[in-house]
């Protein structure tokens, strides 16, 4: 699976919308982006994933550049429950090979 | 639905002492995972079960640490002899199926070994 790369740790204003960067420079044709968080004492929650083509759900919006080497994770209006470690995982779609290679993410903090 | 159930949430014990985690995973999903997550770091598997078999153990270290998944449902992993280096926090996760996109995990249990 490709590496990804993101910052450390961001602060957002509550209310305003939170941007969330990640490199995958090295990603594969037949690979995906997915987004996780973990809010803390909880184990880690599936946000989003895509593999081209921008995506939104109720929980937030996936843009990943034409050349897929980079995406961000937009959460339109960060509250405070959205403080969090974010993790960006590509991964192949592979039947059987599920696994989820986290890298250590970005904590994300709301600001009030 | 339910979520993904695991006991005990907290566990202490002193090295070369065992210790046994369990996990219950939301109904129906075939697929169960276990992770280790050390603190300040993200979860890494250990071990994945498609129904009652084992579909990647290559992380597992297989000297001390077992899982199993009887029936194909309940799964429990084993730490024996503990070491101070497995102190962490051992998540449990479930999936529909293989290939299913997203993962359903548990709260996990965090285990101190001293």
């Known amino acids: 699976d490709a590496k990804t790369t993101q910052p450390t740790s961001m602060d957002c204003a509550e209310g305003r919308a939170a941007n969330l960067p990640c490199n995958h420079s090295t990603i594969s044709g037949n690979e995906y982006v997915y987004w996780y968080r973990q809010i803390h004492s909880q184990g880690p929650q599936y946000i989003i994933h895509?593999?081209?083509n921008n995506e939104t759900n109720e929980m937030a919006s996936l843009i990943i550049t034409e050349d897929r080497k980079s995406s961000t994770l937009i959460l339109p209006h960060a509250t405070l429950r959205d403080t969090a470690v974010y993790y960006c995982?590509?991964?192949?779609?592979?039947?059987?090979?599920?696994?989820?290679?986290f890298g250590t993410g970005t904590r994300l903090t709301i600001i009030p | 639905e339910a979520g993904v159930a695991q006991s005990p949430r907290y566990k202490i014990i002193e090295k070369r002492q065992s210790v046994a985690f369990w996990c219950n995973p939301i109904s129906g999903h075939a697929t169960l995972y276990w992770y280790q997550q050390i603190l300040g770091q993200g979860p890494k598997l250990l071990i994945q079960?498609?129904?009652?078999?084992?579909?990647?153990d290559s992380q597992l270290p297989k000297d001390r640490f077992s899982a199993e998944r009887l029936k194909g449902v309940d799964s429990t992993l084993k730490i024996q002899p503990a070491k101070l280096e497995d102190s962490a926090v051992y998540l449990c996760a479930s999936s529909p199926s293989t290939g299913a996109y997203e993962q359903y995990f548990g709260p996990g249990t965090r285990l101190t070994v001293t």
């Open positions: 079960f498609q129904n009652n078999g084992v579909v990647d």
């Open positions: 995982i590509v991964r192949a779609f592979n039947f059987g090979n599920e696994k989820l290679t």
């Open positions: 895509g593999l081209k």
